[in-house]
């Protein structure tokens, strides 16, 4: 069984950074890829970043692009996602999550496994 923590989620003000990590156990995760999701309040979950099972190959949303920076270490089984100038929108649970698949976008619906969750708040 994988397992998934989370860690780095804290209360933060707007234009700050953040570094996330998600350290994996129970299996070696390089050969697929893995993820970053969001939910915020009253939001359905969605994707924030993706990372290959290299790491070659990253993809972002749209409203985090050059913002954040996804990456992976396969030699520790940890993803993390940098997020720099944070916005009070940027607020959400976020979630690690292990892809299906090997490439680096992904939908809710291709997710092996999900972390529990770490909380990010940005005040304005």
């Known amino acids: 069984q994988v397992q998934l923590v989370e860690s780095g989620g804290r209360l933060v003000q707007a234009g700050s950074s953040l570094r996330l990590s998600c350290a994996a156990s129970?299996?070696?995760?390089?050969?697929?890829?893995m993820g970053w999701f969001r939910q915020a309040p009253g939001k359905e979950r969605e994707i924030v970043a993706g990372i290959n099972w290299s790491g070659a190959t990253t993809y972002y949303a749209d409203s985090v692009k050059g913002r954040f920076t996804i990456s992976r270490d396969n030699a520790r089984n940890t993803v993390y996602l940098q997020m720099t100038s944070l916005k009070p929108e940027d607020t959400a649970v976020y979630y690690c999550?292990?892809?299906?698949?090997?490439?680096?976008?992904?939908?809710?619906?291709?997710?092996?496994?999900w972390g529990q969750g770490t909380q990010v708040t940005v005040s304005s």
């Open positions: 129970g299996r070696a995760l390089s050969m697929f890829a």
């Open positions: 999550a292990v892809s299906r698949r090997a490439i680096a976008t992904m939908t809710g619906g291709e997710i092996y496994y």
